[in-house]
């Protein structure tokens, strides 16, 4: 039996700064950000006032009044985006592809925005243990396991194949589309509705990254609070949104004359088992990540033409990763253009792997790198080409994404244009 | 596949017991862990019945620092790790740090934690939350805690689909098994008895009112008026088969068959899935229906359900074709904890040949399922099938080989 390889043959993204593709690689390619001060809730208490929001209308967007009832936002960002991917694969179901269309969405903490305010509900304020029941929604089950983002997003697109939420914390967006690639290949779908979401800015996020001090406590100049790789970086900036993609077996997908914006060539994830949220400064793990990645891919380090850093704008998460680039890909890192991107939509947690894989898609499709907002003070210990402030127009064939999350997770996903690989 | 993925570590803990040998002889007895609650005052609640997990201290097992840090279900499920390695023979500081990885499944995440520092937050407010809550509420924790408990640096994931995620993970670790990791550790632990997490659970409309806990739980019985929640799972050591058998290791038996499938939306008229994951399974394993042994239910309680896994499995196996039984009738439904707990039920089933027995129920003729009540059924087992449904339309299905094959070629 030949290899299944798999494709993206559709995108749809919600960002902070816009939400549609379109807006979004607008954002990117201009090197504007969209971190502000927050407008969710009065962030007057907390030490972090800064957050990447989208503005986003869930009826402008196609759901119902009972669908916006009933979902999280992280779930109404998933059903859209899914249906806006559908829509641009330009895949029409039928009963033989609803049985072998499935579902992986990812998401690092599922519906916190909603248990955060159910919770102040039924406890009357925190005033209440034992919390009362009177007062839950009726779809408070839906937030508390959040596998009812994939049902939603089977039920949207009328998908009948493996469905499920896939949550490694900040890789999750990462992990996701591995595993539906995974799927595919093994033959379990042909098609997989794959991706992340994510829509974390409530006062329980704030409160808990306060507490451990990782996101920036910077409130002059909201809009250029998150820094990633400059040497006045403090902590990330929290974010929301979703990618998904319609990700396809590569010749089904040449067959129906799709079009293809790349082939996801390569994937793995490793563990530090080192520390819950702690970061060892070698980068050793995700350097095992990359090198494993690049291996399924059979590509070289010199085949990279971009990496899309996971460039949080902690101190230790720039350093790891810079590291980790110059353990796996040799002398070869510093010849390679690396971005973040968060620097401009913030740090979705687990959304973010998704939108950033959107990102590497889309540099491939236009042959153009994304730029670092904010890098204006180079940091001595991240010595590599971080595209700082403006994008490049860069013969872009081959990328590689990475991602570093809580749990130790690291993970690592090459990209390939259409074509590339034989 | 010529090297097959087995199973060679269990670690368990249920409201029946803590371990596998007094797990095992309360399942072939019958004895329940359901009973009322006590871990929080329920009295106002429509329900009031659980299979809590008793006399289990975390400070017996676990070093000190990690108490304040990790949620109940994660301090279960680090100790159903430890248990579980051991049982495999398996010291992880002896292999490489990269051949080992951790995959579980979750439902609900650490949920009492979260609600202690919810409860700060709104009370007292935001400085007040600790710094633990970043990691320990959230759904990857327990795949994190393990890897760094045990040094595991392979492959790690997390998957949520609620009560079917427990095969869901199994599966996956078998993926990352055959795509060269040497062991994995896998399988669900969840715990959510507490206030806040149960009127979560309240809000699924599946809970049993009842405060009989003989008759609150009664899958395939015309008196079925939902379940009863519970807290606890299994954790699981894999390998392939080559490997276990090299080593000398004791095998429980093989995962050769998975499927998974979603419901079609409701209202849109089409076939439930679950027969569809079943003959997955079946397809994969290449086992016709008529060998396989004994199916472990889902078992929902709640009658609409209950017809429809009962006409899933009458559609791959005929009326009264297979034995059927729910153990889970005994600790009540562990969320993403139960699947993993079915299959290590079925693994030791096959190692003493023995169908444990649902209890309390009284099967409606209407499911025409030969379902294994009032006694255990002694029955040479070779296959187990294992299925778990979750929320919304999740089906999983795993098929079971007996370790049998793999011992005599040990002893060849």
């Known amino acids: 039996m030949t290899e299944r390889r798999v494709v993206i043959t559709g995108i749809e993204v919600l960002a902070p700064g816009g939400a549609g593709t379109k807006d979004f690689w607008s954002l990117l390619t201009d090197g504007r950000t969209a971190t502000r001060t927050i407008t969710f809730f009065d962030p007057a208490p907390f030490r972090s006032q800064v957050a990447a ?153 704030m409160a808990c990254f306060d507490a451990i001090k990782a996101t920036s406590p910077r409130r002059e100049q909201p809009e250029t609070a998150s820094r990633p790789f400059d040497a006045t970086r403090n902590g990330f900036v929290l974010g929301e949104g979703t990618a998904v993609f319609v990700l396809e077996e590569m010749e089904s997908a040449r067959r129906r004359g799709a079009h293809v914006y790349a082939e996801i060539a390569g994937y793995a994830t490793r563990s530090n088992a080192f520390h819950m949220t702690g970061l060892r400064p070698d980068g050793k793990e995700m350097a095992e990540a990359i090198r494993t990645a690049l291996g399924e891919a059979r590509l070289n380090p010199d085949d990279i033409d971009y990496i899309n850093a996971h460039g949080s704008g902690t101190k230790q998460n720039d350093r790891h990763e810079t590291a980790a680039f110059k353990d796996s890909l040799g002398e070869h890192a510093y010849r390679i253009p690396v971005s973040s991107i968060k620097s401009m939509v913030g740090h979705s947690l687990g959304a973010i792997g998704a939108i950033e894989i959107a990102a590497c898609a889309l540099a491939i499709e236009h042959n153009v790198v994304p730029p670092t907002a904010n890098l204006h003070h180079p940091d001595p210990e991240c010595d590599l080409d971080y595209v700082p402030l403006t994008a490049r127009e860069h013969r872009t064939d081959a990328v590689l994404t990475v991602g570093s999350g809580f749990g130790g997770f690291q993970s690592a996903m090459v990209l390939t244009g259409p074509g590339r690989r034989p | 596949m010529t090297d097959p993925v087995v199973v060679t570590g269990l670690g368990i803990v249920s409201p029946t017991g803590l371990g596998t040998a007094p797990y095992w002889s309360a399942t072939r007895r019958g004895v329940s862990g359901i009973g009322p609650i006590t871990r929080f005052a329920a009295d106002g609640y429509p329900a009031r019945l659980a299979g809590e997990i008793n006399g289990f201290v975390a400070g017996e097992h676990l070093p000190g620092r990690l108490l304040p840090q990790t949620d109940r279900m994660t301090q279960l499920a680090l100790v159903a790790g430890d248990w579980a390695l051991a049982d495999a023979g398996i010291t992880p500081a002896d292999l490489p740090a990269f051949d080992m990885g951790v995959c579980t499944a979750s439902a609900q995440g650490g949920f009492e934690f979260g609600q202690n520092e919810l409860r700060n937050l709104w009370s007292q407010g935001s400085r007040y939350v600790s710094a633990y809550q970043s990691f320990a509420w959230f759904y990857a924790v327990n795949s994190g805690q393990l890897s760094i408990r045990n040094g595991m640096k392979g492959p790690s994931g997390v998957v949520v689909s609620d009560q079917a995620g427990g095969l869901d993970a199994v599966a996956n670790a078998r993926r990352q098994i055959r795509k060269g990791t040497a062991v994995m550790v896998t399988g669900a632990v969840d715990a959510s008895l507490c206030p806040w ?193 979750g929320y919304g339309g999740f089906n999983s299905a795993v098929l079971l080989r007996s370790g049998y094959p793999q011992r005599v070629a040990a002893a060849r």
């Open chain 1, 53 to 205: 929001e989208i503005d986003f209308d869930p009826e402008q967007h196609g759901l119902t009044p009972q669908e916006v009832r009933r979902m999280d936002r992280a779930a109404q960002f998933a059903v859209v985006a899914a249906r806006g991917a559908v829509a641009d694969s330009g895949l029409v179901f039928d009963n033989v592809h609803e049985h072998r269309t499935g579902v992986a969405i990812g998401s690092a903490v599922g519906a916190t925005m909603s248990l955060d305010q159910e919770y102040r509900v039924v406890s009357d304020g925190g005033r209440l243990h034992e919390v009362d029941h009177t007062y839950a929604v009726p779809h408070l089950y839906d937030y508390l396991v959040p596998s009812s983002f994939a049902a939603e997003v089977a039920w949207a697109v009328g998908a009948q194949g493996p469905a499920t939420v896939i949550s490694t914390g900040c890789t999750s967006g990462i992990d996701s589309v591995g595993y539906a690639v995974e799927l595919i290949r093994e033959g379990s779908a042909d098609v997989m509705v794959a991706g992340a979401t994510d829509a974390p800015i409530s006062p329980i996020t």
């Open chain 2, 197 to 389: 997490g149960w009127v979560a659970q309240l809000a699924s409309r599946r809970l049993s009112t009842s405060d009989d806990p003989d008759r609150a739980y009664l899958p395939f019985d015309e008196r079925a008026n939902g379940h009863v929640p519970g807290e606890g799972g299994a954790i699981l050591v894999m390998e392939r088969a080559s490997r276990a058998v090299a080593r000398g290791a004791h095998v429980y038996g093989q995962v050769a068959g998975y499927g998974a499938t979603f419901d079609p939306a409701p209202g849109s008229g089409g076939q439930p899935g679950l027969a569809r994951a079943i003959r997955l399974a079946l397809a994969e394993a290449d086992l016709p229906p008529e060998n396989v042994d004994v199916v472990f239910a889902d078992a929902a309680g709640i009658p609409e359900l209950d017809q429809a896994e009962a006409d899933a499995i009458t559609e791959v196996f005929g009326p009264y074709g297979v034995p059927v039984t729910a153990p889970k009738t005994m600790t009540g439904r562990l969320y993403s904890g139960a699947a993993p707990l079915d299959l290590a039920a079925a693994l030791l089933a096959m190692d003493e040949g023995l169908i444990p027995q649902t209890v309390n129920v009284t099967p409606a003729e209407r499911y025409r399922l030969d379902l294994v009540t009032d006694h255990p059924r002694a029955a040479q087992l070779c296959s187990a099938l294992v299925l778990a449904r």
